[in-house]
């Protein structure tokens, strides 16, 4: 079973910046397209950025600009930068392949401070 490891999550203050990492247990993860999810308290889990084996990437309209995913696949780690982080970035942070087919890590709390 693959195991999925968020990390790199915090408190910071609006306009901060936390770079997160998401520790994949196989080295399956480089033949496979990669998503960044967040869910924020009473709402859904919603799509944040995604990027392929090619390395295509997309973002949610809401990170544009602020975010950037980037993948080692020599590391078999998932990494997202987030700067300008603003109050409605806090959520819980999650990584998983395209779809969400992989078990679900315990993903990683970002709260930022208004």
């Known amino acids: 079973q693959v195991q999925l490891v968020e990390s790199g999550g915090g408190l910071v203050q609006a306009g901060g910046s936390l770079r997160l990492s998401c520790a994949v247990s196989?080295?399956?993860?480089?033949?496979?397209?990669m998503v960044w999810y967040r869910q924020a308290p009473g709402k859904q889990r919603e799509l944040v950025a995604s990027?392929?084996?090619?390395?295509?990437?997309n973002y949610a309209d809401f990170v544009k600009g602020r975010f950037t995913i980037s993948r080692d696949d020599a590391k078999n780690t998932l990494y997202l930068q987030m700067n300008s982080l603003k109050p409605e970035d806090t959520a819980v942070y999650y990584c998983?392949?395209?779809?969400?087919?992989?078990?679900w890590g315990q993903g990683t709390q970002v709260t930022v401070s208004s």
């Open positions: 990027i392929t084996v090619g390395r295509l990437i």
């Open positions: 196989t080295s399956m993860f480089r033949l496979n397209n």
């Open positions: 998983n392949v395209a779809g969400g087919s992989w078990s």
